[in-house]
């Protein structure tokens, strides 16, 4: 299936190179750049864009080290950026030209969150800065103005799931619960203090729905379709995606919500960072009840 540019229906959508070629200069988009440093964007960046990076969006609450911060701190920052909640704006990231750092969910990352905080018109450049220098389109070390706004954040509590109703769901016939981590955490230790996922979860990692040589562009559509059949994933579902800590679920999340128009998908920010940090049971293996590591004491 071709797609065709603005890709997807609801708040976020998808938009090609070519599309914003076309559209470049017009103040009927505002551009955010979210390389993922500053540096990347001082470097090169899209004529016009406004640097703004994802770390803006969390700090540490009760003992995690990854929460959103409030919505008034966020109404701030949006405002400072000049975004309005109306005016299309189009998110893009690249694998970052001078530090090196990106690895491609910066863009869906920052997507998510204008679109958690009230954003109403939302574009991800599908394919990202690296494919926009790969095509050789313009570039530029020039900062715009940037004028302030009057941006008004009203936090949309559909789009995640807290703690304590994610527990309380967990493991019901109509629920399924994604770690989009890669197979490796998933199955075996990562960082965290506890190995391998939440007992239940079905690992779909979000990078095998990304082109392999540019983690910012989509693979086409019929491939993710197949992916979504090969896990299971259906439309009767209540389906909660996880991750280590929420970011990388923003990438799958965004494709279930508004390329897919999945009507009962939730992100659970707190992900398991938070599932272990509150002494959790975990499992491990390639299943997703193999092998259950308690929690100790329970």
């Not at 750092?101 to 204008?114: C, F, H, K, N, V």
């Not at 981590?181 to 079905?202: C, S």
């Not at 990304?210 to 259906?234: C, F, S, T, W, Y």
């Not at 494709?255 to 599932?275: A, D, I, M, N, Q």
């Amino acid at each position: 299936m071709e797609r065709t540019y603005p890709y997807g229906t609801g708040v976020v959508k998808w938009v090609s190179t070519e599309w914003l070629a076309g559209n470049l200069g017009s103040d009927q988009i505002m551009l955010i750049d979210t390389q993922p440093d500053v540096h990347d964007y001082i470097k090169r960046h899209i004529p016009g864009a406004v640097f703004m990076h994802e770390g803006l969006m969390r700090c540490p609450m009760n003992g995690t080290p990854a929460y959103y911060i409030p919505a008034e701190a966020v109404q701030m920052i949006f405002r400072r950026v000049g975004l309005r909640n109306d005016l299309p704006t189009v998110v893009y990231t690249g694998s970052g030209g001078f530090k090196g750092w990106g690895d491609g969910l910066e863009q869906t990352m920052i997507a998510y969150s204008l679109a958690r905080f009230g954003h109403k018109n939302v574009y991800i450049l599908d394919g990202g800065l690296d494919k926009w220098v790969e095509e050789d389109r313009s570039l530029t070390k020039e900062f715009p103005i940037v004028q302030q706004s009057d941006f008004e954040v009203n936090v949309d509590e559909s789009l995640f799931v807290e703690y304590d109703e994610f527990a309380q769901m967990l493991g019901r016939d109509d629920v399924m619960v994604l770690d989009v981590r890669p197979a490796n955490m998933y199955e075996g230790q990562g960082p965290w203090n506890k190995p391998g996922h939440i007992p239940g979860a079905v690992n779909m990692p979000w990078q095998s729905l990304m082109d392999k040589k540019n983690k910012r562009l989509l693979k086409p559509h019929e491939e993710l379709e197949d992916i979504l059949a090969e896990h299971q994933v259906g439309r009767d579902q209540m389906i909660y995606v996880s991750c280590g800590t929420g970011r990388e679920a923003t990438n799958v999340m965004c494709l279930l919500k508004w390329y897919f128009h999945f009507p009962g998908v939730r992100l659970y920010e707190g992900s398991f960072t938070e599932w272990v940090a509150l002494d959790n049971p975990t499992v491990t293996g390639k299943m997703p009840y193999e092998k259950a590591i308690a929690a100790e004491g329970a």
